[in-house]
């Protein structure tokens, strides 16, 4: 049987869902991950700033887009630095300025993935995919970039089905 893992960046605290903003408890890209967890096993691994990044919505994309300016790779709490057991690494995230936050690309610097299969998941109110696939190609070398799999977040926490469905087909 394929082992998975999916690496994931996920925001807790005030968020858009349709429109409001809301305060989550937990973020939509972690209730995605467990979603996948759930349907088809797989070890999961957190992407961790050391600093945090601010709860107010607003403040966040002001500091995640200098940061996306910069390019910046901010300190994480703990690195992954071995996923050679894995064959399916699933690398979900939410859409920050058009692409997973700098954090992820940070983490994944880190690693090597050739022949591995790398599957994009990306939470996102509105830009769908957006660069997911395309930044994981330049990150991931030697991988299997697959398709990505976008999911508006304000959907997530009533759409278990359909990830499990996708999770099954994909890693099953
Ligand atoms: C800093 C920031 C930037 C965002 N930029 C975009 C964007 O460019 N396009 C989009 O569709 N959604 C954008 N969003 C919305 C998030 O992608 C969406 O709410 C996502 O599901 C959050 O996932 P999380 O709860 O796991 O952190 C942004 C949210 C934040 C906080």
């Known amino acids: 049987m394929a082992k998975n893992l999916v690496i994931f960046f996920s925001r807790r605290g005030q968020n858009y869902v349709n429109g409001d ?30 600093k945090e990044y601010p709860a107010d919505y607003i403040e966040c994309t002001e500091v995640a887009k200098q940061e ?19 064959d ?9 300025w058009g692409t997973y936050p700098c954090a992820v690309f940070g983490q994944l610097e880190k690693l090597h993935f050739r022949g591995k299969h790398v599957f994009p998941v990306m939470t996102h109110e509105g830009s769908g995919e957006a660069k997911s696939r395309s930044d994981l190609k ?30 099954k087909k994909h890693l099953g």
Do not use: M
Not at 25 to 47: C, H, P, Q, S
Not at 68 to 86: T, V
């Open 68 to 86: 996306q300016r910069d390019n910046a790779r901010p300190k994480l709490k703990a690195y992954l630095h071995d996923i050679s057991e894995y």
């Open 21 to 50: 903003i809301v305060e989550l408890e937990k973020g939509n890209t972690e209730l995605v991950a467990e979603y996948i967890r759930d349907a088809v096993g797989a070890d999961l691994f957190e992407i961790e700033t050391v």
């Open 88 to 96: 399916n690494i699933v690398i979900a995230g939410p859409c920050w």
């Open 138 to 167: 330049k990150f991931c070398t030697h991988a299997k970039v697959e398709k990505a799999f976008a999911i508006q977040g304000s959907a997530v926490p009533r759409s278990e089905e359909k990830v499990a469905a996708w999770a």
